[in-house]
């Protein structure tokens, strides 16, 4: 009989948990995903706590997903917490609760084990060279790089410049202000400067996987517009979007609002509220480590963590 396997990503942006059949190759195949969209990067980034009224929201939310272990009884489980819940406060509390709701232990990720994780997805999800590859990905509390081959992570590094977090921090307007963009850009410039410093991304940008919600959108955007059918634009594994792709699409998104971000073919509904800010992260992150371009994952975290945890059995 087929092993089953579940991941619950409890996000700064959304709460995931995705299902998945695993094969006898190690392969897996999604049977279920549910999500719940939460904002808890959007709290801690205002005071640095989740307020009562989040928290309560993130245990009803987690409530109603657990209900879909019910329908898929999973044999492994791994529950994982990120940015905002391990920046927050009140975090370990939160995630004490949520122990209780989920029945599973949560292990809160720190910000170098969060990136390995989503390297792991990434490299397992699209094709890449045999030698050192850097990765990626935008998250709604944080963002990650690491840089690894098929064999080890050698790098790894997550530092607090996620899309929902930043909008919260910096109270950006809608459309962002001229102001908001430079002060984005100003705060992935401080947050990456240690990481060029330490030379760990040199030589390895011609080629970067980039996993995440921002990317994921960022590549529908493009092939929407350049199909003009976006009914075709779901799938985008293995899209490559260049920098100057990345840069053009950020700076077009600032100019607009949400609902003309929403009336864009292609635009997930539930990303355009932070879309702009992402996109904004994306091409500044872009600017400083001197990335020619991306390559999309649709893997990241939840299939790296799934995938670590049966390697070791």
Do not use: K, Y
Request: net charge positive; charged share 20%; hydrophobic share 50%.
């Amino acid at each position: 009989m087929p092993l089953t396997a579940a991941v619950w990503d409890l996000g700064s942006s959304s709460f995931h948990v995705l299902v998945c059949q695993v094969g006898a190759d190690g392969s897996l195949r999604p049977v279920s995903r549910r999500r719940s969209l939460l904002n808890l990067g959007a709290a801690v980034g205002v005071d640095g706590t989740i307020p009562p009224d989040r928290v309560r929201a993130a245990l009803s939310a987690a409530r109603r997903l657990r209900r879909q272990l019910d329908e898929h009884p999973a044999d492994v489980t791994v529950a994982l917490a990120t940015a905002a819940l391990r920046d927050a406060v009140n975090g370990a509390e939160v995630v004490a609760r949520l122990q209780r709701v989920i029945g599973s232990p949560v292990r809160i990720l720190d910000g170098p084990e969060e990136a390995r994780l989503c390297f792991v997805g990434q490299r397992a999800g699209v094709w890449s060279p045999a030698g050192p590859v850097l990765g990626l990905d935008v998250g709604g509390g944080s963002l990650e790089l690491a840089v690894g081959d098929a064999r080890a992570v050698t790098f790894a590094v997550s530092v607090p410049v996620g899309a929902t977090r930043l909008r919260a921090e910096l109270a950006v307007g809608d459309p962002l202000r001229p102001g908001d963009v430079v002060s984005v850009r100003s705060r992935v410039a401080e947050a990456l400067a240690p990481v060029r410093a330490a030379g760990a991304v040199g030589g390895l940008t011609d080629r970067v996987l980039a996993s995440g919600g921002t990317v994921r959108a960022l590549a529908r955007l493009a092939t929407a517009r350049a199909r003009r059918r976006p009914e075709l634009s779901s799938e985008v594994n293995q899209v490559e979007l260049p920098s100057g792709q990345v840069r053009e699409l950020a700076e077009r998104l600032a100019g607009l609002t949400l609902a003309q971000r929403l009336a864009l073919p292609g635009m997930p509904g539930r990303r355009a509220p932070v879309v702009a800010v992402g996109a904004a992260i994306l091409a500044a992150a872009a600017a400083e480590l001197g990335v020619d371009r991306f390559v999309v994952s649709e893997w990241g975290l939840r299939e790296g963590a799934l995938l670590d945890a049966l390697a070791r059995g």
